[in-house]
């Protein structure tokens, strides 16, 4: 299988405070795979670096072969991101602000773009300030998948949403990789994990605890 995602011994310090710490990581192409932590475990951070948002200290991460630090943008064009906390432009709609991230990538399947909208429950008229939670965490999802990327970065996804559309969002994600599109996934929450990933890395106190198939780590969730 082609990794679309490795790092060796990545390295993330805050001074004194700690990030991440010698992850060694390989996301297969066309897999679901599962970020399994606490909050404050270090996920966000890791993601963090493989968008190049942030340098890591230490270490090294590709992404499609790229060295993320090497040609962040080549990356970025195929990538969908959600992060875990984000805000938009308060004053344009829900419309609005698909429509805006849709031309910065030379448009999408505006077709695809509506049909998310329509299985995501969206009322796109409303302007982004007048959003709940979760009808926020609704426009990031569509913004992050409408153009179908080759790898999804998904920090907290189902945060916000009822249990309904949570369903719904797991049936879009298994289409994507039934596609052949890699779905990279945070979560602090292992049923969720289980229900969607084919594997699980288990992140503490920013060290890989164990990475495996979800059988294997279903059988840890007792512990």
Do not use: W
Request: with cysteine.
């Amino acid at each position: 299988m082609t990794s679309v995602i490795h790092t060796e011994q990545l390295t993330k310090t805050y001074g004194a405070h700690r990030g991440i710490a010698e992850l060694d990581l390989d996301v297969e192409q066309g897999e679901i795979f599962g970020f399994l932590g606490p909050n404050g475990a270090g996920k966000t951070t890791t993601m963090r670096v493989l968008l190049d948002l942030i340098r890591p200290t230490a270490g090294r991460a590709e992404v499609f072969g790229i060295e993320t630090t090497a040609d962040p943008v080549a990356i970025h064009r195929r990538i969908g991101y959600l992060p875990g906390e984000f805000d938009l432009y308060d004053r344009l709609t829900g419309a609005d602000t698909i429509a805006y991230f849709a031309n910065l990538r030379d448009g999408v399947d505006t077709a695809y773009a509506a049909e998310l909208v329509e299985r995501l429950g969206l009322d796109p008229s409303r302007k982004y300030k007048e959003y709940s939670k979760g009808n926020k965490q609704k426009v990031g999802l569509v913004v992050a998948l409408q153009h179908r990327p080759d790898l999804l970065i998904l920090d907290e996804p189902t945060s916000g949403l009822d249990p309904l559309v949570q369903q719904t969002f797991f049936e879009i994600i298994r289409e994507a990789r039934a596609e052949g599109r890699t779905v990279f996934l945070s979560s602090h929450v292992i049923d969720e994990v289980d229900r969607t990933c084919d594997r699980v890395a288990i992140i503490r106190e920013g060290r890989l605890v164990q990475v495996d198939r979800i059988d294997a780590i279903r059988k840890l969730a007792f512990h």
